[in-house]
């Protein structure tokens, strides 16, 4: 199992990841390096983050807490709303920068970073007064990624093995009153996410839908009171027991090259 699990990180890897500030995206980074360094004992220097969100002081926070407890040096922050052009143009430095001071076998991009719009909007609530409240909406949660996607790709296309994950959502198949907007974008992003498999056969992608997480999204969710009826049963999970599981999802390797996989599917 661990040969198997070296085998697949490989000696040299680089991580990218948006929303890492906080909830579960904070929660994949701080578990994929507990698992490369105590668990499988990569070397320190083999393991390279370049995470992003809004927050400096909470990246920073990340930062000071992969040397100290991992002893990670190689993170690299780059904060700012991920729909601006400027966040974008750094992030495409960023990666090209490290492309070209590193010998990376693996390049993993994971598509975190989302926002759950208005939950106390139904339907039909959504006016011509909301056009800009749904266009920034749109380029927070589609069209950045798609840009993100397009760069990492161009970027990296020479390394050997490269995976993407989109952290995607039970939303995006099922329908919930107030979630209509988040869950039409989680299942346009799915479908992005499929032909990106579909026309690079050798990138490796994955939509992954984490179940139910205690998180402030969670929170903003749970305010909404016709919505009670999704907290009822105790499934809720916390953002590592999920983060345990895509790793192991990763690993196994055994899904389909675009398919979406639920925390619930998997053993
Ligand atoms: P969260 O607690 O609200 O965290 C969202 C993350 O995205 C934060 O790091 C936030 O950082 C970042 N972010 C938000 N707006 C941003 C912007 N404009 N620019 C850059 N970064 C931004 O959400 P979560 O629950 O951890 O959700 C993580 C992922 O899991 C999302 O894709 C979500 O759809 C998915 N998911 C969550 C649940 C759940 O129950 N929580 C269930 C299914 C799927 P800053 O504020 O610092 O920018």
Known sequence: MSGDSKEFWG?????????????????????IAEHLIEVLKM????????????SSTLLSELKNDLLST????????????IEGSDTLQNLHHSMEKLRDNNNFDHVMLIHNAATIGDPSKKTDQYTV????????YARINMSSMIILTGSFIKIFKRIAKVNIINISSLVAFQALEGLSIYGAYKAARDNFMKCVAHENASIKVLNYAPGPLQTDMLETVRSQGYLAQLFKDGSILTPDQSAKKMILLLERNTYENGAHVDYFELE
């Open 11 to 31: 000696p040299n890897i680089l991580i990218c990841i948006t929303g890492a500030s906080r909830g579960f995206g904070r929660a994949i980074v701080k578990t």
């Open 43 to 54: 070397q320190p220097d083999n393991l390279t983050f370049l995470v992003t969100a809004r």
């Open 129 to 136: 007064e909301n056009m800009k409240e749904l266009d920034e």
């Open 70 to 81: 991992f002893g990670i040096k190689n993170v690299e922050v780059i904060s700012g709303s």
